[in-house]
């Protein structure tokens, strides 16, 4: 995770840059693009499942996964169906084995986790020891929680306002989620999962990185990644339309 958060950041810096200089004023046009106007108008009377498909198809730079992103701030709860094919689809998804390689090759080379090792044999562990984070992280805060507490896992993208709001918005995010019901609440599901991931690693860690304290920092470090993400699922269509000018294809909120 901290690997894959390194690389985004990068992206979150150029999408604030942009939304930053593209602004003559402190906020941001509530109307949206003519393509996206049109967009949206025929989004809403497309089935729910055409518009879901189309919404976990996006991606950063055609890469990096954003398939738990919405911007339909009223958009239907998800099923336990839904939720588990969201979960898998994410889980199975190649950047997820890329980016599990990418860390543990960054680890070998820092020596992280040295009860590992080194060689093919430590690179293995490591590989193994990072996909299990990212596999365990999905299955416990976007699938078993969201459906025990029955919440959302999506992360639901306000794209309205000023910088300064949406960057707090989306910070936040990460600690307050939509409910099945139709209302806000503590995101239980993130907080519990990167907690309950966190003590699950204790089985596969070495030794010595084992422990209640090592635990709880490792789960608030991922809880600060999710909140960075938060902050690039945020910005990336502001980055695609103003940078890379090309409209987003994601169903917009209706104006409020």
Known sequence: MVSSGRILLLV???????????????????????AAQDQAAQLPNAPEEQIQKQEQSQRIMGIVPMFAVTS???????????????MAKQVTDPFTFV??????????ATDEFSGYGQ??????KRYGATFADQASGQFFSNFFYPT??????RYFRDGEGTVKHRIRYALTQEFVCHTDAGGRSFNWSNVVGAFTTGGLSNVYYPSTDRGFGLTM????????YGSAGGLMQEFWPDVQRKVFHKQPQLPQSPAR
Do not use: C, M
């Open 12 to 34: 979150l810096i150029a999408g604030l840059w942009s939304s930053s200089a593209a602004q003559q004023t402190t906020t941001v046009p509530s109307s949206p693009a003519p």
């Open 72 to 86: 339909r701030q009223n958009a239907p709860p998800l099923t336990t169906r839904e939720k588990f094919h969201l």
């Open 99 to 108: 980016a599990a390689g990418l860390q543990a090759g960054i680890g070998q």
């Open 119 to 124: 060689g093919a044999a430590g690179y293995g």
């Open 148 to 153: 025990l507490f029955k919440e959302d896992p």
């Open 217 to 224: 920092s490792r789960s608030a470090i991922a809880l600060a």
